[in-house]
């Protein structure tokens, strides 16, 4: 029986190191797609809530690894935010992203917008301050172009200083939006602390909105708290006409999702422009 259990536990433990091992494995290809350029952004467009206008597209981050094609950020971003990799990832693609702003305006593309994904990790010591100072002198682009989308689990850990930095993000002309709004563990207080523009409602309560009760309540609730305290408020993941048009009814200003576009490349999103102009 003694022996039994042994042979269960370094089953275990056996396990648990290949685990772990995997996970360095991850960190080390991403370290080297890093300094390979194997990222990409796709581009996904942000809509009027009836559809007809572009207002701006979100930044997403691809990888293009040689060995097994396309991968998900859900498979490398919660790796790459459990070690120091995400900083450096997340400064590539505000960079990219801002090159890419200044690329359309030279070119006379319109986008009104571009958001960026701001991993918790970044949010420390305001370093994100001075890098989007950088970038923003470097690629002389309209901050007001520029949107950060933050997390509420980022918000609240930080203290006085975050609320600092953000109003000073604010007073570059960047603005700031709260991705996945109502999935964290927040007090609504920090809403009225963070000099904020945009609530974007998570994709669980689109998905529920015509078949649940509860998540129908809580997307009121965002819109008119949104109403109230004078953001724009995004829902995302909107797939049917059936939702946008619930959407639309409860006062919701902007949409993202399949029903009008997948996030796409950066070749794709100019002929979307040029065929809907
Ligand atoms: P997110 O920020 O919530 O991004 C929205 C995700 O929902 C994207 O997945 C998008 O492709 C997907 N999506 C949009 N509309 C629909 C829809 O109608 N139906 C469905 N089923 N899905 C939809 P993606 O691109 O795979 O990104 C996953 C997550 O990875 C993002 O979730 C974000 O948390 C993270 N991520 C992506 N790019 C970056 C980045 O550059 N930096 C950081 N820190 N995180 C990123
Ligand atoms: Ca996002
Ligand atoms: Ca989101
Ligand atoms: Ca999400």
């Known amino acids: 029986k ?24 991850l960190e080390q290809r991403l370290r080297r797609a890093l300094e390979q350029q194997e990222f990409c952004l796709y581009y996904q467009p942000q809509w009027s809530i009836d ?13 293009q690894d040689p060995e097994c094609g396309l991968v998900s950020p859900a498979e490398f971003i919660p790796v790459a935010e459990q070690s120091a990799l995400i900083r450096a990832i997340g400064s590539w693609v505000l960079s990219r992203a801002c ?12 986008i009104p917008r571009v958001a960026v ?7 420390d010591h305001q370093h994100l301050l001075h890098e989007v100072e950088s970038v923003l002198q470097q690629t002389c ?31 570059l002309g960047v603005s700031l939006a709260i991705d996945d709004f109502g999935t964290g563990y927040s007090s ?5 602390r963070f ?5 974007k409602i998570d994709k669980s309560f689109t998905d529920d909105l015509l078949t649940g009760e509860s998540a129908q ?19 995302e993941g909107v797939e049917s006409e059936a939702q946008r048009v619930e959407l639309e009814r409860l006062g919701c200003h902007q949409f993202q999702g399949y029903l009008k576009s997948r996030p796409l490349s950066v070749e794709e999103l100019e002929a979307l422009l040029l065929s809907s102009s």
């Open 51 to 63: 559809g007809q206008q572009l207002t701006g597209v979100e930044a997403l981050i691809r990888w």
């Open 141 to 171: 682009i309209d901050p007001a172009q520029l949107e950060l989308e933050l997390t509420e689990s980022g918000l609240m850990s930080p203290g006085l200083e975050a609320v600092e930095m953000l109003a000073s993000l604010r007073a």
């Open 117 to 123: 994904n701001v991993s918790p990790q970044q949010l």
């Open 195 to 199: 000099p904020l523009n945009l609530l």
């Open 217 to 235: 309540a809580i997307v009121e609730m965002i819109i008119m708290l949104g109403h109230k305290l004078g953001l724009s408020v995004l829902a």
């Open 2 to 25: 003694a022996k039994e259990q042994r042979g269960s536990l370094s089953f275990f433990s056996d396990d648990l190191t290949a685990a772990v091992h995997r996970r360095l494995q």
């Open 99 to 110: 090159e890419q702003i200044a690329d359309w305006h030279r070119r006379g593309v319109r």
């Open 188 to 192: 609504l207080a920090y809403l009225k």
